[in-house]
């Protein structure tokens, strides 16, 4: 597929664990298995879309059943505040 970078066609879906500093800016948490692109020139890359879908989420996620590491199906599955 289409590197988003590049745009040469040499990118694939893989996916990409990060981390992320939590609304209260005290407290990180790491993100397992984020969607992400591998492109063969530009590497591994999490898309702007991906992560502000994961900014806003865990503004809005209710995440106090969760420890500091979980995987992105999980924070999709996150109760809303
Ligand atoms: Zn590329």
Redesign the pocket.
Known sequence: MQ?L????D??RKTTKDGYWVLPDGASTVEILQVPALE????GLYIEDEINEEVENRLHTSDLTHYSNVFTYEELLKAPTI
């Open positions: 590197c970078w590049c745009n040469e040499k990118a492109c063969a020139d530009c």
